[in-house]
Antibody
Framework: EVQLVESGGGLVKPGGSLRLSCAASGFIFTDYNMNWVRQAPGRGLEWVSS????????YYSDSVKGRFAISRDNPKNTLSLQMTSLRADDSATYYC??????????????WGQGTVVTVSS | DIQMTQSPSSLSASFGDRVTISCQASQDIKNYLNWYQHRPGTAPKLLIYDASNLETGVPSRFSASGSETNFSLTIGSLQPEDVATYYCQQFDDFPFTFGPGSKVDI
């Protein structure tokens, strides 16, 4: 059974940093591209970042580019999101997602339960 | 960036009703379009991929169609568990973008 378990969320002051992690299990981690998607309170879903299976290709939304860094540790089956220079509008539930297929990207079939990030003084 | 719009933003229907939600892309995205269902307090769920393909395990009352810039999702007979917000998402190009969502109520 595919499982994605996020951790690392919490309360952080504006300008601060936070590192999110996603522990993956139930599948061959190196076969799949992975993503982060967020939902701010009362708002819709927003794609944040994607990383290919061996980290050769990395993409960010304009809203986080230069502040967030996605990475993966394949031997540990872990996806991470290092967030710096956090702003109030980064407050959201952050979801780790796995692509549907080993080929291609963007079809996000598996989602974790999310971890909540609150940026407030 | 490719902009996604949806209509209606919300709707209220009765059990058994046929419900249709529309999604429009700001440019041709071929069939690189997914539909997700998001119930409060749960993780979003992929319903439809590649514009018209039903994801494994999704009830057959869900169907979708479209290509290029115009897409639609239909719930053939609305059930209580279908109360949710529905999002379209393009993956033709980065940045991936979601529509603003369509909230379905009973």
């Amino acid at each position: 059974e595919v499982q994605l378990v996020e951790s690392g969320g919490g309360l952080v002051k504006p300008g601060g940093s936070l590192r999110l992690s996603c522990a993956a299990s139930g599948f061959i981690f190196t076969d799949y591209n992975m993503n982060w998607v967020r939902q701010a309170p009362g708002r819709g879903l927003e794609w944040v970042s994607s990383i290919s299976s061996y980290s050769a290709y990395i993409y960010y939304s304009d809203s986080v580019k230069g502040r967030f860094a996605i990475s993966r540790d394949n031997p540990k089956n872990t996806l991470s999101l290092q967030m710096t220079s956090l702003r109030a509008d980064d407050s959201a539930t952050y979801y780790c997602t796995r692509d549907r297929d080993v080929t291609g990207t963007g079809r996000m079939t598996y989602w974790g339960q999310g971890t909540v990030v609150t940026v407030s003084s | 960036d490719i902009q996604m719009t949806q209509s209606p933003s919300s709707l209220s229907a009765s059990f058994g009703d046929r419900v249709t939600i529309s999604c429009q892309a700001s440019q041709d995205i071929k069939n690189y379009l997914n539909w997700y269902q998001h119930r409060p307090g749960t993780a979003p769920k992929l319903l439809i991929y590649d514009a018209s393909n039903l994801e494994t395990g999704v009830p057959s009352r869900f169907s979708a169609s479209g290509s290029e810039t115009n897409f639609s999702l239909t719930i053939g007979s609305l059930q209580p568990e279908d109360v949710a917000t529905y999002y379209c998402q393009q993956f033709d190009d980065f940045p991936f973008t979601f529509g603003p969502g369509s909230k379905v109520d009973i």
